[in-house]
Nanobody
Framework: QVQLVESGGGSVQAGGSLRLSCQAS????????YGWYRQAPEQQREGVAV????????HYADSVKGRFTISRDNDKNMVYLQMDGLKPEDTAVYYC?????????????WGQGTQVTVGS
């Protein structure tokens, strides 16, 4: 099992910045990929950014490219999402995700979420 705890959400004005943190614990050695997802009211959960644990490759949703940066601190088992140039449409609950895959087997783990609110 893997446990994920997010922190760092809050309220900012448009153009501001926030940094989300995700503390991972448990059997993290199996994890292939960490990611940040978000869900706005009455919207489906969507992927924001992911980072692969084998080589640190990161991928971003088009809507956040150039504004958000995902990173990892392996020693501390932390995953971060630096969010700059925030827009009102970034308002959502942000969830940390950890995923392992081995052939047809796999599992996803989720944090409890942290609210980000961007005022116009």
């Amino acid at each position: 099992q893997v446990q994920l705890v997010e922190s760092g959400g809050g309220s900012v004005q448009a153009g501001g910045s926030l940094r989300l943190s995700c503390q991972a614990s448990g059997k993290t050695f199996n994890i292939n990929k960490y990611g940040w997802y978000r869900q706005a009211p009455e919207q489906q959960r969507e992927g924001v950014a992911v980072i692969f644990t084998n080589d640190g490759t990161a991928h971003y949703a088009d809507s956040v490219k150039g504004r958000f940066t995902i990173s990892r601190d392996n020693d501390k088992n932390m995953v971060y999402l630096q969010m700059d140039g925030l827009k009102p449409e970034d308002t959502a609950v942000y969830y940390c995700n950890a995923q392992w895959r081995a052939g047809v087997l796999g599992e996803d783990y989720w944090g409890q979420g942290t609210q980000v609110t961007v005022g116009s």
